[in-house]
């Protein structure tokens, strides 16, 4: 009979790549029969739709209606620097600590009401999102026996004038959380750095890739994509269409190396999936520069595994704020040499010169030199395809980290 309860808490405005490892757990029929589940989140309608799309039906969910204020730090650019700052933290401090008193009461009671032995809190980044930090607190009041922090991402430091008031804060949040976990080792020690936190109290453990399938056939695809008939070499980027994710970096790269591709290549072709402010902007840069014979704009795929399927090549450009890209893992799952930037958690997942190639961030050259040589040899590619999903099934399936976590919920409940 399963008595063990975890309960798992996120807040995202969307489904987004942190949820991934969520949606492994919730998914996995072992942690289902070891551990009785359940699920709370900060409710959207785009929240609740990823959701749905991606994890079983019977897991019980607690919708929370919580407000969110990050909106209102944001200050007309005209203000003199100075007063910019001094509005945007006093603005922070009268709308973060009422607002934190709220989520706390709401999740205390939540958390009397469900009674978890272990509470897993969901965070994209650290200090993100406020509720998740109001979860760690509130998970105390309640008398949770073993409080959990998943950080997705690289921890902000107190350089950034906006963190200074959750100083005191992080105090307690470092010393309430039995053990923080993140995706990479670099996140490990950023995180250990800002928090001051003992060597016990923090582990890395990897993300996987989820097992998720595509829908389409890969004609199907490339005819929907107007590549029908198509028989050049294809790169893709899934990211949104925002300044760190590097977009510019690669076309800059592409007016590089376009002569050169164009002189010695039997096709080739640029795909860019994804949405985001920065769309009108890197639109008018291709057409007026060029390229768009060989740059295409895709959209959102509803299912970005057909997406995957068709490239011959995956490229993240990113320039800042990465830490263990999902659609790295799923390509490499899908058995997709990688062109990445060496940053945070990338580099302990792209095998450089094995499963693809890095390069440094911000460095079109590099970045052109790396798409030349992946574009000229089908061989190459071939070889470090396959490379890349050997790894992916010994260093990142859903088994191997499912089970890290169930081992992990064990040693928990020794403790």
């Known amino acids: 009979m399963v008595t063990t309860k975890v309960h798992y808490h996120s807040d995202c405005p969307f489904f987004a790549g942190c949820e991934n490892m969520l949606a492994v757990l919730l998914n ?66 009268i709308t973060t600590w009422p607002l934190m008193a709220y989520q706390i009461y709401k999740l205390t009671r939540l958390f009397n009401k469900i009674k978890p032995d272990i509470l897993h809190i969901n965070n994209g980044g650290y200090p993100g999102a406020l509720s998740a930090r109001a979860a760690v607190i509130a998970g105390r009041v309640a008398g949770v026996p073993k409080v959990v922090m998943v950080v997705n991402n690289l921890a902000v430091d107190y350089k950034n004038f906006l963190r200074l008031p959750d100083y005191l804060v992080d105090r307690k949040i470092a010393n309430l959380v039995d053990l923080f976990i993140t995706g990479s080792e670099v996140a490990a020690k950023r995180l250990q750095s800002v928090l001051k936190l003992h060597d016990y109290k923090i582990r890395s453990l990897h993300n996987c ?8 056939k890969s004609n199907e695809t490339l005819n929907r994509l107007g590549l029908s008939g ?44 994804g949405d985001g402010p920065l769309l009108e902007k890197l639109t008018t840069f ?66 450089d010169g094995e499963t693809g190639l890095l390069v440094q961030p911000n460095n079109a050259q590099q970045l052109g030199n790396a798409i030349l040589k992946l574009n000229h040899n089908e061989s190459l590619r071939d070889k470090m395809g396959q490379a890349a999903s050997l790894r992916s099934q010994n260093f990142f399936s859903p088994d191997l980290v499912v089970a890290n976590y169930m081992k992990l919920y064990k040693q928990l409940n020794k403790d």
């Not at 890739?209 to 389409?216: K, M, Q």
């Not at 320039?319 to 940053?343: C, Q, R, T």
């Open 209 to 216: 890739a989820a097992n998720r399938l595509g829908d389409e």
């Open 286 to 351: 291709v057409n007026s520069h060029g390229l768009s014979e060989c740059v295409k704009f895709v959209g959102n795929e509803r299912n970005v595994i057909n997406f995957i399927s068709i490239l011959d090549v995956l490229v993240l450009p990113s320039i800042a704020d990465e830490d263990f890209p999902n659609v790295i893992l799923e390509a490499m799952a899908y058995g997709k040499p990688v062109i990445a930037s060496s940053i945070a958690g990338i580099t302990e997942q792209v095998v």
């Open 230 to 273: 198509f028989d050049g070499v294809i790169f893709g980027v899934v990211a949104l269409l925002i300044p760190r994710k590097g977009h510019q970096v690669l076309f800059d790269a592409m007016l590089d190396i376009i002569e050169k591709i164009n002189k010695e290549s039997k096709g080739f072709k640029l795909l860019i999936e």
């Open 28 to 93: 996995s029929d072992e942690l289902r029969a070891s551990y009785n589940i359940s699920f709370s989140f900060r409710f959207s309608a785009e929240y609740f739709d990823g959701y749905r799309s991606r994890v079983n039906d019977d897991v019980p969910l607690y919708p929370l209606n919580f407000t969110d204020f990050s909106d209102m730090i944001k200050l007309p650019v005209w203000f003199p620097q100075g007063v910019r700052r001094f509005l945007m933290v006093l603005t922070k401090i």
